[in-house]
Structures are given as structure tokens and as C-alpha cells.
């Protein structure tokens, strides 16, 4: 178990500019065509909107995908096995055996999937065919302001083991739900 | 007149059997390969640059099969601290847009009609020359009567400028005046240059406008908002995603900036805060600018800039005692007409405090010089001036005054210009005043239009030549707007081949050139030599190993950084007149300006009017990206930004459809997005929508267009534009 | 190859054959295909009309199996290009392509474009010429299909 890797991502999210650049980097990398179709995305930004009154005004960006959870939600409910959780955390769709009934995009607490043209599920997936290669995810090495750091938190010498160990307030989204995630938020 | 499919094909009912046959022969596409071409890579990187704004980032292009699948960044380009934006990746999308202009096109019908052929090459410059030297014989030989319009970003804009010039017209319009004239010419008096800024150790930020969250300048914009212990207080009459994360965001009046700027001087000298071994050694004028700033207080600033007094004062004290903190110059500067006077008082608190090559200020930049590209200038024995040297103080002879050249091209004074030749700039869509631009097209015998997508102005040219797009193409190094701090050299080379009919823009000059003679009988081509092969080696021919490392990783540096202290050392010398930071300026008191920036009240815009003003997002450059489809997805529409508590007085709601008429009638009409995040008396929609045409997918069509609403106005030192002197009366539809 | 040819800029012989003027043919031709303000109604590249796949992906995609089987495209246009694909897939016929070869080639790279395309063209194209093109080759692709389909010798 110990062997096994455990991708994460940690989050800055205060250092977010809302720039979009995740989503292109994304779409490029994993060849998605929204084709105008705003439910396409694998990546987006939380947005509060603009908070208060003129002048004393708020507004945060936290970044979000595929929380790639310990305990997924979205697994069981597939009725065809389409989708799982590989050893190294990230949870995983074989399109080939995905009939599209939608279940998991429902299920899922972080609306994390969606729905393709071609009526399968799809979702983020860490850029599984980069990290084989030892490279990070787009999203991670496009950001202008490094909001995400990518590692193994099994390796305590990675970067997401210090930062989090450094941040023991960190949080994660909808712990309630205990889906066990793997995007910690450190601000 | 439908033909029926029987009736036209002939033969088509064996279609199969047509397709069976070995009609082999024939095959314009395809062929087969040879062993070489199998060998092709699956996968390759290609070390390029950018080309969608101004910052040029360096990127590592993936191509799968020969196509390009994302341009991912390069981590060891120092200024673009190895990221690429939205837009950046977008660009991967480009060369495959059905919507690039692929071969030359003459147009049949009507200017904006929409009626084109293609045409050759040589078809399209004959074209092209016959009817320039037409127009040039009716003007007495004045090649002066054909104007120039070209904009950075491609090394091929020196090939215009040389085209230009050889031509013989003075007539350069360039987009400085529609930018950043006004701030280079205000820190120029003070400082000697408009510097860089090392944000990278600067601790405490005054950023005025310069939404840099969105309106990206690297590394400015990465330093500044990756490091959050950097304290930032931002001025902007709009809630920007700059005025999100700054740690106060002062919803500022708009034209007031020059106040904040005189009350802060006034609080540092009165105080005894600046740095007075600094201003002693370094400045010039100190004493009359000690005397001058008495009269504005924070108490009167407050009342013109409505931000609290006590605001000002805080602001004042902190950024004078904390060290490296720097009042950030700005970079687009088109905005009232007091422009150069509230960046020269911008530039001065910076030197109050010691702030002028020193450690997280500003800093000179450097560049790393490239071999020098040399040609023979042509003679013409009756050249003109330009149309509006008259008309503006400092006026650059490259970039020109867009809005005080219009006029005169629109009254032909003092001469008539009869024809335009654009490169690479959307003059319809970014001129202020989209009337009189429209107005000084008609005039026009000859538009020629060189571009990559059907622009508004490409639409409305007689002749449109395609040029090759930034991913297919040679772009000889340069430190064109990457000089900074850490400077480099960069290139652009091709990911893939060429498509369509199209040429770069050194092929475009040198087959144009071909079609004009100097007043020798030479053609113009003459006066080019090489190709851009050649000027790439010359250009770094001096630094060994240059061309490898460009040609592996894009970029080129030495090694070299801005060094800081050369000035304070007295190892170099202020480039002014003093040879000092000058706080008080004989030359412009000579020229009848103020000595040293002295307030003016904006004038009142009215009650129920609203100022509109401009601004970025960092999913967009200018006019350029709006019908980008991944990026277009974020934005599919403008909508016009209106404070909530004004818009609940006019009974206006998200949503609602409404009317936008500025001064001059010029109007748009435009749904509304109701936000706290403006000031009352201010609106203010996206740039790079509502284009002339009507009823087309993506943008053309969809919200509003910035150059219809703004008025056209221009400062007479700089010659810039002002783009926040446009005041308009909203009404609901 | 009849389609191809029709598929290119007009020559004014073929805006004889329609009884049109050359240049009202052209000036559609452009409208349709090559450029127009805010957008080209019929772009002639199958992977704008794949909802289904990213259009980078697909002529990727495409480019490497030409790549594979020993043919060279024209780089002076995208992988994509209609004429371009029609011709692979003739050079595929002609060279007497094994049957499961040609259908895979056709699932993979000839499914949903060619309605889509033709659907455009129908919307937009007043003349009729290039529906006409475009529905015909949609019917040799259903031919082509047909007939092997029912090959009794596929079907064990």
C-alpha cells in the first residue's frame, strides 16, 4: 500500500487570477471541443461573484476538477463497471464500456462530470497520459501563478506532503460527504 | 435555380463505379509516401513564440503527426516564468481555423459588400500598383498620399516599415497612440525612460489602472500576484479582478489620478518622509516641487478623487517608509487628456522615495542588441511631411497620432491621402470614432488590408493579402517588447508547414516591392537584400551558439539582467536635460506646458450621463481574440457593466436590452450586466465584439462594438488618444 | 474524383455547365468555403462537422493513419480537408483495400462529417451545385457500406 502512489493536488487558491488559462491548457492537452456547450469542462473556476456593497466589495476564485476522492461516490453507481479507481488514486472512465446513463454525473457531489456529444461520462483524470511520462497535469504546469502544486502524497519528501504538513489548517471541499478527496485547498 | 443531382453529375449513378475505377491519375492531394516521410515523428517539440499579445512567451510546441496539439510552456524562459495563458494555448487552434484568409482575395462588389475573388499573387500587386501609382501621378508624384498602418509583435513589421520607407510616405500609423505614447512621454521627463519594474522584491504596489490580473504584462502580473505577502493598493473605478485581489481596491474618479499623486507628494515632503539623501544627490527641482504640492492636501484631494483623506495620508506614509516600494507607471495610458502630466507626478513620487534603480522599483531595462539590420533609405526629391506633425509636441515619427491623422486625412490638410496599406492592425475595430473611420475609408482609392482572419477591416479593404500565421513561420530574433529585467532574444519558427496561398510578411513586401519603382527606375525589391534565413544568422551572428539555442528552446540570453544602481553610481547618466531626476522641467516650461504637473478639474459630465471607460480580460487581446472559439466559450458576449444602485434608479435589470448614445449621436445597443463592482457614474463593456456584420455565428453580430462608442479625442503632447473621454446617455430598449 | 474536382475553385467551364455567371459562382464558392465575415457557412474541413471529437484530435488522427499506410497528404492544407479526404479514400479503393480495412477506414474517419456537411450546404447553398456534391458523396459512402455489408463472404 505504501508502495502505491497517491496523486494529489494541492491548492493556493488565493493566488487564483481567474485567468482561464487551466481550462484551455486542458482542453488542448485532452483534446475536448466544447463546441459552445458550457457543461464541457473537466477544470473550472468557483467564482463567488462580486460580494458586498459598492465600494467595500469581495471576490475569490478557487479552481476545482476532479477530486479523484479515496472513496469515490461515482464508482459503485455505475451499473456497467465503467469506472474505478486505479492504484494510484486517480479514478478513471473506459468510455468503451460507458453506456451513458448518467448516474455518476449525478451522483458525483462536486459536479465534477459530464456528459459528452458522444453520450459517455468524462472528467479530469490528472492528464493520466502525461503523469505515466513524469510529466504534470496541464492545468498544473500552464498557471500563471502556480495555484496548484501536483505530487504523491505517499513521498514525504513531495512538494503536496510539505506544503500540506506546513498548512495543517488546509481543507478540502465538502468533507461531509466523506468522499475521502484528493484536492487539498490551502487557502 | 436548383440543379437537380441527376441532371449535373454526369455519370453519377455510378457513383460507386466511378470511384472504382483507377482514375488515379488526377490526385491533387495525395500521393505516396516516401520512407522519410513515414519516419516522420509522432511526436515533436518545436521551440517557438507567442504571437497573441505583446508579452511573446516562450512555448514548447507539441505535434502529433504533424499537427499541432498544444503549445505548453517553457520553463526555463525567464520572463514568462515558464506559463502559458489562455490565450496562449488557444493560439494552437489558429493556423486550422476555417476563418483564416487563405489566398489573396480582390474584392468585386462593393466595399463590406462581401463580394470577392481570389486572386493570384501577381494579380493581387498589380492590382495593387496600378492603382497606388495612379493616385500617386494625380497627386504630383507624392507618395506622401499613401498612409501605413502597421502594429508590433512580428519581426516581419520591420519588412513594412522598410517597404514604407523605400516607397517614400512619412505616413506611419502605428497603435502607440492608441496605448502607451502618453506614459513613455511622462516618465521620459522625469526619469529618462519608461523603465521596467523589478516587482519581483518590490513590497508595496500603487497600481492606477493597470489591471494586471487581467491585462497580463510578465512577469509583472505572475510576481505580483503569486507572491501574496506583496502588499497592493489599487486605483481603478471598476472592481477589477486586479481590485480582487489587491489588499484595498479605492473605486477612483476617473481623470482625479494626478490629485492621489500631488496629495501623496504633499503628505511624503510635508512629513519629512522622502528620502532626502536620494532626492539631494539624484533630483532636480525638489525645492519648487516642495513649494508647489503645499496647496494639495489629502483633505483636497479626497473631494476630487472620493477617496477618504485619512486613505491618502495612510497610503502616503506607509509607501514612504516601507522599502522597495514602487507606484507602478502603467502601461496603457490613453486615458484623459491630463495624461503625461499625472505620469510625470506618478514617475515623481517614485523618485521621492528612492524608488528610480533601485532594488523593487524601476528599473532601466536592457536589451540584448542584435545585429543591426541595415538598408539603403530611398531619396525622393518632394517629400512631404507627415499630415499631423503640426499637431502634437513629442510626435514619434514610426508611430504617429491615429486620431490627429484621421482628422487631417478627413479634410485632406494639408494634403489629400488617397490610399491606406495596413499590416497586422484591426484599424476599423480599434480607432475611436468607428464613423470617421468608416468615412475615411470611403475616401480611399486603394485599401490594402494584410492579415491572418477577416477583420472588420479586412472586410472593408479593395485587396486582402494573407499572411502566413505565428506557428508556420520564420521570424528572425529580436528583443522586440521582451527587453526588460531578465532580457532575451526570441524566434519564431514553423510547427508546421505553410497553408493555403499565404506568405509571410517579408515574401508579401518583397513581391509588392517588385510592382513599384524609386524615382531612379529601380524597383523597390532593390532595396532588400537576404531573406529571413540570413537576417536570423546576422542578427546573432556575434554570440556563439546564439542560433543553437534559439532554434532548441526559443529563446536566446547571455545571462545578463537590468543591473541596478548604474545611475545612483554615477556610471551612468540620466538621459534628461538636467541629467537628473527631474522634478521640475525647463523643457516642458520652454514648450509652454507646466513646469510640474498642476491639477485640472475634470469637467462635469452631467447628471444621469456616465463615463464610459476601457479595460482587458485576461481571456482576450484587443480585437483580436473574441472569435477564438476556446476562449470565446468564457465570454460568448459584452455586456454593458452598470453600478447596481444606478441601475435599480433607471429600472434596469441583468439582462435587460439597452441603449448607449455618446456625444457625438454614435450609439449601441447592448444587454446589461447590473454589478456593484463600478462606480455610479461610469460604464464599461469588453473589447472585440459587435463588428458590422449582422446575423454571423460567434461575435460578429453579438454585443457591442468599443470603437463605435468612443469618442475620438487626442492630448496635444504625446498625441495620444483618450479613451475615457467618452460620455454617454443610457436608456432601456 | 468527379466530386473532387467539382469541390474545387470554380473554373468558369463548370459556371458554364450550371448556366451561372463566373463570378456570382465564385463569389458563393468563397462565401461557402474560403472566407466571410464572421464566419464560412460550409467550411470544407470533416472535423467541423464532428460534434463528437475534438477537430485537433481527428486530424491528428487521420494524419497518422495516412502516416502508417504509406500515404503523403498535401501539407497546404489541413489533414481534414474534404477534397483532400475524398481522395484518400479513392486511393484507398483503388488500391483494392482489404474489406475490413475500408469499413474501419470509414468508421473511423467518414462517419457523422459528411451528413454534417451536406446539412450545411443545404442551408446555405442557393445554387444547388454543391449539396448535389455533397449528397452524393454521402450516398457512395452508404454504397460502399451496402455492398460489403452484404458480401457473403463478410458475413461468416
Not at chain 2, 523593487?360 to 536589451?367: E, F, K, N, Q
Not at chain 2, 522586440?480 to 508547414?497: A, C, D, M, S, W
Not at chain 3, 458554364?16 to 464572421?38: A, K, M, P, T, V
Request: glycine share 8%; proline share 6%; aromatic share 10%.
Amino acid at each position: 500500500m505504501a508502495n502505491n502512489k497517491l496523486w494529489t493536488i494541492v491548492f493556493d487558491a488565493d493566488k487564483c487570477i481567474d485567468c482561464k488559462a487551466c481550462d484551455v491548457a486542458c482542453k488542448r492537452e485532452n483534446g475536448i471541443n466544447a463546441n459552445g456547450n458550457q457543461d464541457v469542462r473537466r477544470n473550472w473556476i468557483n467564482a463567488t461573484g462580486v460580494v458586498g456593497t459598492y465600494p467595500n466589495l469581495k471576490k475569490s476564485f478557487q479552481p476545482e476538477q476532479c477530486h479523484q476522492c479515496g472513496n469515490p461516490p461515482c464508482v459503485p453507481v455505475c451499473p456497467v463497471d465503467a469506472t474505478w479507481a486505479k492504484d494510484d488514486g486517480v479514478v478513471v472512465i473506459d468510455k468503451d464500456v460507458c453506456i451513458g446513463c448518467t448516474l455518476c454525473v449525478l451522483e458525483c457531489p462536486y459536479e465534477a462530470r459530464y456528459m459528452t456529444e458522444n453520450n459517455t461520462a468524462d472528467k479530469c483524470d490528472f492528464c493520466a497520459h502525461r503523469v505515466a511520462e513524469g510529466k504534470e497535469p496541464a492545468c498544473v504546469d500552464t498557471c500563471p501563478t502556480r495555484v496548484r502544486v501536483f505530487g504523491d502524497l505517499n513521498d514525504p519528501n513531495s512538494a503536496v506532503a510539505k506544503l500540506l504538513k506546513a498548512n495543517p489548517n488546509a481543507k478540502v471541499l465538502h468533507p461531509e460527504r466523506g468522499t475521502k478527496p484528493n484536492l487539498h485547498y490551502i487557502s | 435555380m436548383s440543379i437537380t443531382r441527376r441532371k449535373f453529375l454526369k455519370g453519377s449513378a455510378a457513383g460507386l463505379g466511378c470511384l472504382g475505377m483507377s482514375s488515379v491519375a488526377g490526385f491533387r492531394y495525395v500521393s505516396k509516401s516516401h520512407a522519410e516521410e513515414l519516419a516522420a515523428q509522432k511526436v515533436k517539440y518545436v521551440a517557438s513564440s507567442c504571437a497573441i499579445c505583446t508579452n511573446k512567451c516562450v512555448f514548447r510546441g507539441q505535434v502529433v503527426n504533424g499537427v499541432i496539439k498544444r503549445l505548453e510552456p517553457q520553463p526555463e524562459f525567464a520572463k514568462g516564468r515558464g506559463m502559458m495563458c489562455a490565450r496562449g494555448n488557444a493560439g494552437a487552434w489558429t493556423p486550422y481555423d476555417p476563418n483564416r484568409v487563405k489566398y489573396p482575395m480582390i474584392r468585386t462588389g462593393k466595399r463590406g459588400e462581401g463580394k470577392w475573388k481570389k486572386a493570384t499573387w501577381d494579380e493581387a500587386y498589380a492590382y495593387i500598383a496600378e492603382k497606388t501609382n495612379k493616385v500617386v501621378e494625380e497627386e504630383g508624384g507624392h507618395r506622401s498620399c499613401i498612409g501605413f498602418a502597421s502594429s508590433e509583435g512580428t519581426y516581419h513589421e520591420h519588412y513594412w516599415n522598410q517597404f514604407r520607407t523605400v516607397f517614400g510616405s512619412p505616413n506611419s500609423l502605428r497603435h502607440a497612440t492608441l496605448c502607451l505614447s502618453s506614459v513613455i512621454r511622462g516618465f521620459m521627463a522625469v526619469v529618462g525612460t519608461y523603465p521596467s519594474v523589478d516587482i519581483k522584491n518590490s513590497k508595496y504596489i500603487i497600481l492606477a489602472g493597470a489591471d494586471r490580473a487581467e491585462a497580463f504584462i510578465t512577469p509583472d502580473t505572475i510576481d505580483m500576484f503569486s507572491d501574496r505577502s506583496k502588499k497592493i493598493i489599487c486605483l481603478d473605478p471598476r472592481f477589477t479582478r486586479t481590485a480582487a485581489k489587491a489588499t484595498k481596491w479605492y473605486p477612483i474618479k476617473p481623470g482625479t489620478d494626478m490629485a492621489f499623486a500631488l496629495a501623496m507628494m504633499n503628505v511624503i515632503i510635508g512629513e519629512g518622509l522622502h528620502d532626502k539623501a536620494y532626492v539631494d544627490k539624484h533630483a532636480y527641482g525638489f525645492d519648487q516641487l516642495a513649494q508647489h504640492v503645499k496647496q494639495y492636501t489629502p483633505e483636497w484631494a479626497e473631494k476630487e478623487t472620493d477617496i477618504p483623506a485619512q486613505d491618502i495620508r495612510e497610503i502616503a506614509r506607509e509607501f514612504a517608509k516601507t522599502p522597495n516600494a514602487v507606484y507602478y507607471p502603467g502601461r496603457r495610458s490613453s486615458w484623459q487628456g491630463n495624461d503625461v502630466e499625472t505620469r510625470r507626478a506618478v514617475a515623481m513620487v517614485n523618485v521621492l522615495v528612492g524608488s528610480f534603480d533601485r532594488e523593487g522599483g524601476l528599473i532601466p531595462s536592457v536589451a540584448i542588441p542584435t545585429g543591426k539590420y541595415f538598408y539603403e533609405p530611398a531619396w525622393y526629391t518632394n517629400s512631404r511631411p507627415r499630415l499631423e506633425e503640426d499637431d502634437v509636441t513629442f510626435l514619434n515619427p514610426r508611430d504617429g497620432s491615429w486620431v490627429a491623422w484621421r482628422e487631417r486625412a478627413l479634410k485632406s490638410d494639408p494634403y489629400a491621402i488617397r490610399g491606406l496599406y495596413i499590416y497586422k492592425q484591426n484599424v476599423v475595430a480599434s480607432l475611436p470614432n468607428r464613423n470617421k473611420t468608416m468615412e475615411l475609408f470611403d475616401k480611399m482609392d486603394i485599401i490594402v488590408c494584410v492579415d491572418t482572419f477577416m477583420s472588420d477591416t479586412a472586410w472593408h479593404a479593395d485587396v486582402v493579402l494573407p499572411e502566413t500565421n505565428y506557428l508556420e513561420r520564420l521570424d528572425p530574433p529580436n528583443g522586440y517588447g521582451v527587453n526588460g529585467i531578465e532580457p532575451t532574444l526570441t524566434i519564431r519558427q514553423p510547427l508546421i508547414k505553410p497553408m493555403y496561398d499565404t506568405r509571410s510578411g517579408f515574401e508579401i513586401v518583397i513581391g509588392l516591392a517588385k510592382y513599384f519603382e524609386d524615382e531612379d527606375g529601380f524597383t523597390l525589391d532593390e532595396y532588400f537584400e537576404g531573406d529571413v534565413e540570413s537576417h536570423t544568422k546576422d542578427a546573432v551572428a556575434e554570440y556563439p551558439g546564439a542560433l543553437e539555442m534559439m532554434k532548441e528552446k526559443g529563446f536566446f540570453t547571455d545571462g545578463r539582467t537590468a543591473p541596478v544602481g548604474d545611475y545612483l553610481s554615477g556610471k551612468k547618466i540620466f538621459n534628461t536635460p538636467t541629467k537628473k531626476l527631474e522634478l521640475y522641467s525647463d523643457d516642458f516650461k520652454g514648450r509652454g506646458f507646466d513646469p510640474m504637473p498642476t491639477y485640472k478639474k475634470p469637467a462635469d459630465i452631467g447628471a444621469n450621463k456616465f463615463r464610459f471607460v476601457v479595460g482587458r480580460h485576461a481571456i482576450h487581446t484587443q480585437s483580436m481574440t473574441a472569435n477564438f472559439p476556446e476562449l470565446n466559450w468564457h465570454m460568448p458576449e459584452n455586456t454593458v457593466w452598470i453600478n447596481s444602485a444606478k441601475a435599480k434608479g433607471m429600472g434596469i435589470k441583468s439582462g435587460d436590452m439597452v441603449k448607449l448614445k455618446n456625444r457625438d449621436g454614435a450609439e449601441v445597443q447592448i444587454n446589461a450586466q447590473v454589478t456593484e463592482g463600478i462606480r455610479p457614474d461610469c460604464v464599461y463593456y469588453a473589447n472585440g465584439y459587435g463588428s458590422l456584420s449582422k446575423g454571423q455565428p460567434l461575435v460578429y453580430g453579438k454585443g457591442a462594438s468599443q470603437a463605435q462608442i468612443l469618442e475620438a479625442h487626442f492630448e496635444p503632447i504625446s498625441g495620444n488618444a483618450l479613451m475615457h473621454e467618452t460620455i454617454v446617455e443610457i436608456r432601456k430598449v | 474524383m468527379e466530386l473532387v474536382a467539382l469541390l474545387e475553385y470554380p473554373t468558369p467551364e463548370v459556371a458554364d455547365r450550371c448556366g451561372l455567371g463566373f463570378e456570382e459562382l465564385e463569389s458563393r464558392y468563397i462565401r461557402l468555403f474560403i472566407n466571410d465575415l464572421g464566419g464560412v457557412a460550409a467550411p470544407p474541413y470533416a472535423g467541423c462537422f464532428l460534434k463528437k471529437q475534438d477537430r485537433l484530435e481527428f486530424m491528428s488522427a487521420f494524419s497518422g493513419f495516412c502516416l502508417e499506410h504509406g500515404i503523403a497528404i498535401d501539407p497546404v492544407q489541413p489533414p481534414d480537408y474534404i477534397p483532400m479526404m475524398m481522395e484518400v479514400l479513392v486511393m484507398h479503393l483503388s488500391a483494392d483495400a482489404q474489406r475490413e480495412d475500408l469499413l474501419s477506414l470509414i468508421a473511423d474517419y467518414y462517419r457523422d462529417w459528411p451528413q454534417g456537411f451536406t446539412a450545411a450546404l443545404r442551408e446555405h447553398d442557393d445554387i444547388g451545385i454543391y449539396v448535389a456534391v455533397a449528397e452524393e458523396f454521402c450516398q457512395i459512402l452508404q454504397e460502399i457500406d451496402a455492398q460489403h455489408a452484404t458480401d457473403p463472404v463478410r458475413s461468416y
